[in-house]
Protein backbone atom coordinates (compact mmCIF):
# COMPACT_ATOMS: atom_id res chain seq x y z
CA UNK A 1 0.00 0.00 0.00
CA UNK A 2 1.13 3.43 -1.04
CA UNK A 3 1.76 5.72 1.82
CA UNK A 4 0.62 9.21 1.88
CA UNK A 5 3.60 10.78 3.89
CA UNK A 6 7.51 10.24 4.54
CA UNK A 7 8.72 8.26 7.55
CA UNK A 8 8.60 9.97 10.45
CA UNK A 9 12.28 10.28 11.14
CA UNK A 10 12.70 11.89 8.19
CA UNK A 11 9.90 14.77 9.20
CA UNK A 12 11.51 14.54 12.40
CA UNK A 13 15.10 15.64 10.68
CA UNK A 14 13.86 17.72 8.24
CA UNK A 15 12.26 19.99 11.20
CA UNK A 16 15.61 19.62 13.22
CA UNK A 17 17.22 21.03 9.88
CA UNK A 18 14.95 23.87 9.14
CA UNK A 19 14.98 25.55 12.36
CA UNK A 20 17.86 25.10 13.15
CA UNK A 21 19.98 26.19 10.03
CA UNK A 22 18.08 26.89 7.21
CA UNK A 23 14.93 29.16 7.94
CA UNK A 24 17.11 31.44 10.37
CA UNK A 25 19.85 31.71 7.06
CA UNK A 26 16.89 32.44 4.82
CA UNK A 27 15.00 34.91 7.02
CA UNK A 28 17.83 36.55 8.53
CA UNK A 29 21.16 36.56 6.35
CA UNK A 30 18.67 36.36 2.87
CA UNK A 31 16.35 38.72 3.94
CA UNK A 32 14.05 35.58 2.19
CA UNK A 33 10.04 36.16 1.55
CA UNK A 34 7.96 33.15 0.76
CA UNK A 35 4.38 33.68 -1.40
CA UNK A 36 1.81 30.88 -1.65
CA UNK A 37 3.25 28.23 1.07
CA UNK A 38 -0.76 27.49 1.10
CA UNK A 39 -1.13 25.90 -1.90
CA UNK A 40 1.47 23.25 -1.27
CA UNK A 41 -0.73 19.84 -0.41
CA UNK A 42 0.66 18.46 2.92
CA UNK A 43 -0.20 14.96 2.29
CA UNK A 44 0.47 12.45 -0.66
CA UNK A 45 3.16 12.04 -3.13
CA UNK A 46 4.14 15.19 -5.03
CA UNK A 47 6.45 15.97 -7.64
CA UNK A 48 7.62 19.71 -7.35
CA UNK A 49 9.25 21.22 -10.47
CA UNK A 50 11.32 24.37 -9.79
CA UNK A 51 14.55 26.08 -11.82
CA UNK A 52 17.62 26.02 -10.35
CA UNK A 53 20.54 28.29 -10.13
CA UNK A 54 22.61 27.66 -7.25
CA UNK A 55 23.67 25.06 -4.81
CA UNK A 56 21.30 26.52 -1.69
CA UNK A 57 18.28 25.60 -3.82
CA UNK A 58 17.31 22.25 -2.56
CA UNK A 59 17.33 22.87 1.00
CA UNK A 60 16.14 26.60 0.54
CA UNK A 61 13.01 24.55 -1.77
CA UNK A 62 12.30 22.19 0.99
CA UNK A 63 12.24 24.94 3.46
CA UNK A 64 9.86 27.21 1.88
CA UNK A 65 7.39 24.07 1.62
CA UNK A 66 6.98 23.03 4.88
CA UNK A 67 7.28 19.25 3.99
CA UNK A 68 10.45 17.37 3.21
CA UNK A 69 11.49 17.14 -0.60
CA UNK A 70 13.42 14.50 -1.77
CA UNK A 71 16.67 14.88 -4.13
CA UNK A 72 18.40 12.74 -6.71
CA UNK A 73 22.01 12.65 -5.05
CA UNK A 74 25.53 11.13 -6.72
CA UNK A 75 25.88 7.38 -5.68
CA UNK A 76 28.85 7.59 -4.82
CA UNK A 77 27.72 9.63 -1.51
CA UNK A 78 25.80 6.82 -0.50
CA UNK A 79 29.13 4.91 0.19
CA UNK A 80 30.41 7.27 3.14
CA UNK A 81 29.14 5.38 6.83
CA UNK A 82 27.81 7.76 8.36
CA UNK A 83 26.44 9.96 5.60
CA UNK A 84 24.59 7.60 3.35
CA UNK A 85 22.00 6.93 6.57
CA UNK A 86 21.62 10.59 7.31
CA UNK A 87 21.36 11.85 3.68
CA UNK A 88 18.74 8.60 3.03
CA UNK A 89 16.77 9.71 6.23
CA UNK A 90 16.98 12.88 5.05
CA UNK A 91 15.31 11.90 1.23
CA UNK A 92 18.54 11.94 -1.06
CA UNK A 93 18.08 8.60 -3.36
CA UNK A 94 21.73 7.89 -5.50
CA UNK A 95 21.40 7.79 -8.98
CA UNK A 96 24.54 6.23 -10.96
CA UNK A 97 26.58 7.85 -13.29
CA UNK A 98 26.17 7.44 -16.91
CA UNK A 99 22.16 5.93 -16.64
CA UNK A 100 20.70 8.96 -14.03
CA UNK A 101 17.59 9.07 -16.62
CA UNK A 102 16.43 5.88 -16.23
CA UNK A 103 18.15 5.22 -12.54
CA UNK A 104 16.68 8.78 -11.43
CA UNK A 105 13.03 7.63 -12.89
CA UNK A 106 12.92 4.26 -11.39
CA UNK A 107 14.02 5.94 -7.95
CA UNK A 108 11.87 8.76 -7.78
CA UNK A 109 8.78 6.44 -8.37
CA UNK A 110 10.22 4.71 -5.45
CA UNK A 111 10.09 7.55 -3.02
CA UNK A 112 6.75 8.74 -4.45
CA UNK A 113 5.02 5.53 -3.35
CA UNK A 114 6.54 6.71 0.16
CA UNK A 115 4.75 9.54 0.05
CA UNK A 116 7.77 11.99 -0.87
CA UNK A 117 7.39 15.31 -2.58
CA UNK A 118 10.38 14.74 -4.77
CA UNK A 119 12.15 17.74 -6.43
CA UNK A 120 12.89 18.01 -9.86
CA UNK A 121 14.68 21.53 -11.18
CA UNK A 122 13.18 21.39 -14.52
CA UNK A 123 16.25 21.91 -16.80
CA UNK A 124 18.18 19.35 -14.61
CA UNK A 125 21.39 21.68 -14.28
CA UNK A 126 21.95 25.33 -13.02
CA UNK A 127 21.66 28.63 -15.41
CA UNK A 128 23.51 31.64 -14.65
CA UNK A 129 19.97 33.73 -14.79
CA UNK A 130 17.68 31.19 -12.57
CA UNK A 131 15.89 30.73 -16.23
CA UNK A 132 14.72 27.57 -18.12
CA UNK A 133 15.74 27.52 -21.59
CA UNK A 134 15.84 23.89 -22.50
CA UNK A 135 13.44 22.05 -19.66
CA UNK A 136 13.27 18.17 -19.86
CA UNK A 137 10.29 16.09 -19.83
CA UNK A 138 11.32 13.91 -17.08
CA UNK A 139 9.15 15.28 -14.95
CA UNK A 140 5.91 15.14 -16.79
CA UNK A 141 7.17 11.45 -17.70
CA UNK A 142 7.85 10.43 -13.75
CA UNK A 143 3.86 12.45 -13.44
CA UNK A 144 2.46 9.93 -15.80
CA UNK A 145 3.75 6.99 -14.61
CA UNK A 146 3.00 7.73 -11.56
CA UNK A 147 -0.11 9.70 -11.80
CA UNK A 148 1.23 12.44 -9.40
CA UNK A 149 0.49 16.35 -9.66
CA UNK A 150 3.26 18.53 -9.82
CA UNK A 151 3.66 21.87 -8.27
CA UNK A 152 5.94 24.33 -10.24
CA UNK A 153 7.87 26.59 -7.64
CA UNK A 154 10.20 29.72 -8.33
CA UNK A 155 13.72 30.66 -6.89
CA UNK A 156 14.53 33.97 -7.96
CA UNK A 157 17.65 35.37 -6.62
CA UNK A 158 19.97 32.79 -5.55
CA UNK A 159 22.05 32.99 -8.24
CA UNK A 160 23.36 36.04 -6.52
CA UNK A 161 24.12 33.87 -3.18
CA UNK A 162 27.28 32.15 -4.01
CA UNK A 163 29.56 33.31 -6.85
CA UNK A 164 32.81 32.18 -8.24
CA UNK A 165 34.98 35.43 -6.56
CA UNK A 166 33.65 34.37 -3.08
CA UNK A 167 33.55 30.84 -1.23
CA UNK A 168 31.13 32.53 1.59
CA UNK A 169 27.63 33.19 0.72
CA UNK A 170 26.37 36.46 0.26
CA UNK A 171 23.13 38.02 1.85
CA UNK A 172 21.79 38.87 -1.42
CA UNK A 173 17.54 38.73 -1.39
CA UNK A 174 16.13 35.44 -2.07
CA UNK A 175 12.25 35.10 -2.96
CA UNK A 176 10.37 31.85 -3.24
CA UNK A 177 7.13 31.45 -5.18
CA UNK A 178 4.41 28.76 -5.35
CA UNK A 179 2.33 28.31 -8.16
CA UNK A 180 -1.29 26.48 -8.15
CA UNK A 181 -0.81 22.73 -9.15
CA UNK A 182 -0.68 21.05 -12.25
CA UNK A 183 -2.47 17.76 -12.60
CA UNK A 184 -0.55 14.80 -14.00
CA UNK A 185 -0.09 13.97 -17.78
CA UNK A 186 -2.81 11.98 -19.00
CA UNK A 187 -0.69 9.58 -21.13
CA UNK A 188 3.05 9.15 -21.89
CA UNK A 189 3.02 10.10 -25.63
CA UNK A 190 5.50 12.58 -26.13
CA UNK A 191 3.15 15.78 -27.34
CA UNK A 192 1.80 15.34 -23.85
CA UNK A 193 4.73 15.55 -22.00
CA UNK A 194 5.86 18.19 -24.16
CA UNK A 195 2.90 20.30 -23.54
CA UNK A 196 2.61 19.64 -19.87
CA UNK A 197 6.31 20.39 -19.35
CA UNK A 198 6.13 23.95 -21.19
CA UNK A 199 3.29 24.64 -18.85
CA UNK A 200 5.43 24.13 -15.83
CA UNK A 201 8.22 26.28 -17.59
CA UNK A 202 5.64 28.70 -18.52
CA UNK A 203 4.54 28.68 -14.74
CA UNK A 204 7.67 29.20 -13.21
CA UNK A 205 8.77 31.97 -15.29
CA UNK A 206 5.76 34.30 -14.82
CA UNK A 207 6.53 33.80 -10.99
CA UNK A 208 10.02 34.66 -11.51
CA UNK A 209 9.33 37.38 -13.59
CA UNK A 210 7.70 39.08 -10.65
CA UNK A 211 10.79 39.42 -9.00
CA UNK A 212 11.52 40.58 -5.49
Known amino acids: MARTREPFISLALYHLFKWSVVSP ?19 GPLIVVANHAS ?11 RRPVSFMAKETLFEVPVLAP ?6 AYPVKRGS ?7 AALQQLDQGWAVGIFLQGV ?10 KLGAALIAAKAQVPLLPVSLWG ?6 KASKWPRSSPV ?9 PPADK ?13 DEIHALHALGR
Open 25 to 43: VLHGYLRGRIYGAKKVPMT
Open 175 to 183: TVRIGDVIQ
Open 86 to 91: AIRAYG
Open 55 to 65: YFDPPLLSNCL
Open 126 to 135: RTPDGRISAP
Open 100 to 106: ADRSAIR
Open 158 to 163: TENVLS
Open 189 to 201: DKATLQAVTQRCA
